[in-house]
């Protein structure tokens, strides 16, 4: 007989108490509804069995209680069997349950268990069941003794498991996907001691799968499914001592853990302080999971393999990372902590080829050409530990492959599975789990292999066909690189690239053609375009003649790649020169608030002044052409910046003026300490949170701002003032004429909608360096709403103004709504541009002479591609002629518009569009986008593309 396997807790013995699994026993009321009077047999209707009434209870009594055994007859067919026993445990206590272990000589699997008050489950299975012939002998298969007299009624309650053997193996890699987008992968292997059926929970039925592999010996293979994460084959959970054989002693595994219940699924936590991992097995968690992962999510056929459980994680952290999972029961406890994996910090490793290829770039779109008959070099270098191609801890796959007929960017082949193909033992893993080496190659079948501890790659001589290889170090996965066998034998196809023109003004569009190319020996079967010249062809098995379009000025290369009917490839390129308007990137910006740029040349060289995330920055060019720039420096304490304004001082150093709100607000001045500014000085000119929109300018040689004071009264709210400081720099150490300043205008009866606040030229608009303001007033008494005025100073200090207010166009209630204003002076004369909301176009006007007392008739500038456009208005003197530029709300272009002579009655036919669909600007008046110069006398345009949150300039491209 086999030795006493009784589970259940007895009487005093509470044997169930003292198995490894910990379970614990509590008093409860029996569960079932009814019981027999004298105990009764039921067959499981999962038994494997030729006749089940073969199986029978016979009972017999004594002075001591029941005895009842299990009896099998002849010819029974048994290949497993599962019965229940069912007593009254008001009437009986149960005392002892005895399995038989053989029956005439023949081995079985046998265990008998009080799974509840009342019920007491056997299970009896045949080794190997699958390939032996039943079991036919007759003999007892269990024995059962029961004494008078009530049990105590005990039941079991839901235990997660929590032993040494319920340490899951865990792997963790994070890095770039074959996307290219980062993400983070974590993976635990279903561990649960005696859950050999792998259903969540240790009964009775996990003798099933162990007598279905009993007597198997390992070590059991595993295969590797993506970068080293490995799939286990069933065995592994079936050996549930993991002394590398299935056998008796696993069947004790079920008895010492029997109850375990894991249908919580995995708890997944991670966290960058180690000390966070619990420090033993009822130790409860002290930081919530990043992920919890039900139990019928596992991957893998629980028949055939161990079940897995992944989390994955979109973008991988960038520091070190401690990651570990614990296994949850149906009642939300936590069980045993698993491997602990530490996830080195970024930055990852960086593959590459160390041996020189036939050709092409690694990338998916150009991947190498390599020879397969010759053996290739892989380098892996980290930021930080340096070259670490051999080191131990990194680790090499080759992923194959599409065969031939697939090609460079094809779609054809079949994927070879990865299969690493020495033993589980050998596989490498990071963290490595007990038992685990470092294994001597990485094997793709009909492919190739990279030996591990050589960092060498091999491919199978008569592959042909693509296949990528990538590697990982310390947990983190590095690039991928892109590999093509080509046929050798097969001659090379000649690719040549022509256009109807090679030159042209933008936007115009070329016609590019494939004519000229050829296969001496086949034919060509794929033409590939990179029509951006960034190496990644956009247009993949394309048409032999490509339409270009092309809408921004400079020097642009095409590529064309052809591919013969034996998969060689050949490229070449061509280069088109555009005349136009292009662009180049000066910072990050904000890609949802104004940039609110403003251009300036400051000794010789364009510089600008912009807000970068609330922050005023500073960027000077290294040229007078803009070209190239310098660094941007942040001005210190410039919080909450914007309606930004910037000048040139004498001795060619930058000065700047903005409106703060937030801590501190106010107006600000402030001054660079040089042309390429590092360092600055500021001072608060206006101090309250009612003064803003300031405008700066040098008047008299003196920087002299103009700004906006909301007095908050409803019936005189706007009020508008001018102040001019002492000295030619105005730094901290300066003064600021306060008092001496004047006002240009006190809104009592008018409502001041927009200010666009500027300050003419030293030399203009009168005589002497006085200033001139202007700006766009709601009159809703007179019933003349937004009429723009214009206001001079009869002297330098601005103590004293006049007002002259026009209309643009005639004077009817409505007529206009004018918006977005600019303005700027050219041959000492203002002159005035706004937007006319109601006709969605723009209207401009320049005084006729010094005295601006003669003003020119108002000119409409149309724009034929769009009706509504005008927004974020910027005018400037460019080479003596008026240039502007705006964005349409339409295709989210910015245009530029410059006169040809200096009239501005010419309708303004020279410029174009700068950029195109740039993001969706903000209508609001207060958002400033935009912002017009010259450079060497040519045009420069500062403008925020807010879909890419990038602040750019432009500049006119021609024709060499």
Same mark, same amino acid.
């Given at each position: ?588 910006? &904000? ?5 609110? *740029?403003?251009?300036?040349? /400051? !000794? +010789? @060289? =364009? $510089?600008? %002044? #912009? ?75 206006? &101090? ?5 929109? *300031?405008?700066?300018?040098? /008047? !008299? +040689? @003196? =920087? $002299?701002? %103009? #700004? ?89 200090? +601005? ?162």
């Amino acid at each position: 007989m086999n030795r006493l396997l009784t589970i259940a807790a007895i009487g005093a013995t509470a044997l169930l108490a003292s198995c490894a699994g910990g379970h614990t026993l509590q008093q409860a009321e029996p569960q079932r509804a009814a019981y027999p009077t004298r105990p009764a047999l039921s067959l499981d209707g999962s038994s494997l069995i030729g006749r089940p009434e073969a199986v029978r209870l016979e009972l017999s009594e004594d002075s001591g209680g029941i005895t009842a055994r299990l009896e099998l007859a002849a010819g029974a067919q048994l290949s497993t069997l599962y019965l229940d026993v069912a007593y009254d445990p008001a009437r009986y206590s149960l005392d002892t349950v005895e399995t038989a272990d053989s029956l005439a000589g023949q081995q079985l699997l046998s265990m008998g268990v009080a799974s509840e008050p009342g019920l007491v489950q056997t299970g009896h299975v045949l080794p190997n069941f699958d390939v032996v012939e039943p079991l036919s002998s007759a003999g007892t298969l269990a024995t059962l003794h029961f004494s008078r007299g009530s049990e105590l009624p005990l039941r079991r309650t839901a235990m997660v498991p929590r032993s040494s053997r319920a340490e899951a193996p865990l792997t963790v890699f994070a890095g770039p996907m074959f996307s290219g987008g980062d993400a983070l992968i974590s993976t635990v292997q279903y561990t649960s001691p005696g859950d050999y059926d792998q259903n969540g929970l240790v009964t009775i039925a996990d003798l099933t799968p162990l007598g279905l592999h009993f007597g198997q010996t390992g070590p059991f293979a595993s295969d590797v499914d993506f970068i080293g994460i490995e799939s286990f084959p069933v065995e592994t959970v079936i050996d549930g001592d993991g002394n590398g054989e299935i056998n008796l002693a696993d069947l004790t595994v079920i008895g010492q853990h029997f109850g375990n219940d894991t249908l919580g699924g995995y708890n997944i936590y991670a966290s960058s302080n180690p000390a966070d991992v619990p420090e033993a097995a009822d130790a409860p968690s002290t930081i919530p999971p990043v992920s919890s992962v039900p139990f019928d999510s596992g991957s893998g056929d629980p028949v055939t393999d161990r079940l897995r459980y992944g989390y994955i994680q979109p973008s991988a952290p960038a520091g070190p990372v401690t990651l570990w999972a614990r296994p949850v029961d149906s009642e939300g406890n936590e069980g045993t902590v698993s491997h602990v994996a530490v996830l080195d910090g970024a930055p990852g490793p960086v593959l590459s080829l160390d041996t020189a290829a036939l050709s092409g770039s690694g990338s998916e779109s150009d991947p190498y050409f390599v020879d397969p008959n010759i053996d290739y070099d892989l380098m892996l270098s980290h930021a930080v530990d340096g070259d670490v191609t051999l080191s131990s801890e990194a680790q090499y796959f080759l992923i194959g492959g599409f065969g031939v007929g697939s090609g460079p960017g094809g779609t054809g082949g079949e994927v070879i599975r990865i299969r690493e193909i020495t033993s589980a033992r050998e596989i490498l893993s990071y963290p490595p789990h007990s038992g685990s080496t470092r294994g001597t190659s990485f094997i793709v079948p009909n492919v190739g292999e990279i030996d591990q501890a050589t960092a060498i790659l091999d491919i199978v001589d008569i592959y042909q066909g693509s296949f990528t290889i990538l590697a990982v170090y310390k947990g983190r996965i590095s690039n991928t690189l892109n590999l093509y066998a080509p046929d050798l034998d097969n001659l090379a196809p000649v690719a040549n690239i022509s256009a109807d023109s090679t030159t042209g003004v933008a936007p115009w569009t070329v016609t590019l053609s494939t004519l000229g190319s050829s296969d001496i020996d086949g034919t060509l079967e794929q033409y590939d375009w990179d029509l951006d010249g960034d190496g990644t062809y956009e247009i993949i098995a394309g048409s032999p003649n490509q339409l270009h379009d092309l809408t921004a000025g400079g020097y642009h290369t095409v590529r064309l790649r052809v591919t013969d009917d034996d998969l060689a490839t050949a490229v070449d390129t061509l280069e088109l020169t555009t005349e136009g308007w292009t662009s180049q990137t000066l910072d990050t910006v &904000s890609d949802t608030s104004p940039a609110d *740029p403003m251009y300036q040349v /400051i !000794d +010789g @060289n =364009p $510089a600008v %002044a #912009y807000r970068r995330f609330n922050t005023l920055y500073y960027v000077r060019a290294a040229n007078p052409e803009g070209s190239a720039w310098n660094s941007p420096q942040a001005v210190p304490l410039s919080v909450t910046a914007s309606h930004i304004s910037l000048r040139e001082l004498a001795g060619g150093r930058p000065a700047m003026a903005y409106q703060r709100s937030g801590p501190d607000p106010g107006v600000y001045y402030v001054v660079g300490n040089a042309a390429n500014a590092t360092s600055f000085q500021q001072v608060r000119v206006g &101090s309250t949170d009612m003064d803003h929109s *300031p405008s700066l300018n040098i /008047i !008299d +040689g @003196n =920087p $002299a701002l %103009a #700004y906006v004071w909301h007095t908050g009264d409803v019936d005189d709210p706007y009020n508008i003032y001018y102040v001019r400081a002492s000295d030619p720099v105005a730094g901290t150490g300066g003064d600021w004429d306060l008092f001496n300043g004047g006002t240009v205008w006190k809104g009592s009866e008018f409502h001041l909608d927009k200010t666009a606040l500027t300050i003419a030229d030293s030399s203009a608009p009168g005589t002497d360096g006085r200033p001139a303001v202007w700006y766009v007033l709601n009159n809703d008494q007179y019933d003349t709403p937004w009429r723009a005025y214009f206001s001079k100073s009869l002297n330098n200090q +601005g103590t004293s103004w006049t007002l002259i207010p026009y209309s643009l166009g005639d004077n009817t209630p409505g007529d206009h709504r004018l918006q977005y204003a600019a303005a700027t002076s050219i041959v000492s004369r203002p002159h005035l541009v706004l937007r006319n909301d109601v006709t969605g176009g723009l209207l401009v006007r320049k005084a006729n002479d010094l005295s601006t007392t003669d003003w020119s008739a108002p000119a409409y500038i149309a724009d034929p591609d769009t009706p509504d456009f005008g927004y974020h208005l910027s005018c400037a003197n460019v080479a003596g002629f008026l240039g502007l530029a705006y964005w349409d709300s339409e295709f989210y272009n910015i245009t530029y518009r410059a006169t040809e002579t200096p009239a501005i009655d010419d309708g303004f036919p020279v410029g174009g569009v700068v950029a195109h669909d740039v993001g969706p600007y903000d209508y609001g008046h207060d958002a400033h986008y935009i912002s017009v110069g010259a450079a060497v006398g040519e045009p420069r345009i500062v403008y925020q593309a807010i879909d890419a949150g990038e602040l750019r300039i432009a500049s006119y491209f021609e024709l060499p």
